[in-house]
């Protein structure tokens, strides 16, 4: 007899973001971007968050044609609540203010 290491593929979810592997938890640790059904704020000790477009209040008005683009398509992602909060957090930091003499 002989051994061997083979791979195995196993089907995980990642991060949309950083593409390592989320951990599984509790349904409290997942945290959503958009308000509505079982929606829970992204906060630092969140392990996941999510996001799913389009909300649901915007699909309601649009036709049926409208509905098919591939743009309007029903898509879910999901991130580390840490990646999104950075990604968030960086974007609100690097924003331009405007000058002080434009203001004045």
Known sequence: MSEQIRPVQ???EVCDLC???LPKGEPGERG???AGFIAHRVTPSTKRAWLH???AGR???MSWEDKRKPE???RTYDFHADCIL???EGAVTTRATPNQEDTK
């Open 72 to 74: 309007n398509r029903t």
């Open 10 to 12: 196993t089907r995980v």
């Open 86 to 88: 950075k990604l968030v």
């Open 53 to 55: 477009w389009p909300p």
């Open 19 to 21: 593409g390592e592997i």
């Open 32 to 34: 959503s971007l958009t």
């Open 59 to 61: 699909e309601r008005r």
